[in-house]
């Protein structure tokens, strides 16, 4: 039996286009970010999906590069609806980007110092780790704030 063709997974037949951010769905649970997620504060109530859970949605979204919030739910690839993503991300189903712009008004002061020392929590070993080994390998650590991708002139 030829396999070369029938076990193909193109864009056309696969479930998804967002494959990377499943498998960071994975890790994040693994360092446990959506734990520490879910601690974060915000008032307002839980209806159909917890405010958290619209956080997470919103970082989906930032990692898989939207440019608008609506592109969670208009884009060309709509991450709402992604089964797969929600799933590896332990979301029941996602919130369209006016529910995630509801809560993003509902944050405020505290829900953001949270949200920070949180990632922190999560990232800081990680940092530590690689600024360690740039160190025992005396390589100059090069900061790079510009999110557009352009390189450091």
């Known amino acids: 039996m030829d396999h070369s063709t029938s076990s193909l997974i193109t864009s056309e ?19 446990g970010l959506l734990e520490r997620l879910g601690q974060v504060p915000i008032a307002q109530k839980t209806v159909l ?20 919030l609506t592109d969670l739910s208009e884009g060309a690839a709509p991450l709402v609806q992604d089964a797969e ?47 360690s080994d740039l160190r025992q390998r005396n390589v100059p650590l090069v900061l790079d704030a510009d999110l557009t991708g352009r390189p450091v002139s």
């Open 85 to 131: 993503v929600a799933a590896a991300w332990k979301l029941r189903r996602m919130a369209d980007a006016s529910g995630v712009s509801r809560t993003l008004g509902a944050c405020d002061e505290q829900t953001v110092q949270v949200l920070e020392s949180q990632l922190d929590a999560v990232g800081q070993p990680f940092l530590a780790r690689a600024v």
């Open 13 to 31: 037949t696969s479930p998804t286009q967002h494959a990377m951010v499943i498998i960071w769905g994975h890790f994040a649970r693994t360092i």
């Open 49 to 68: 999906r917890a405010p958290h859970e619209k956080l997470v949605e919103l970082l989906l979204g930032l990692l898989t590069g939207i440019e608008y």
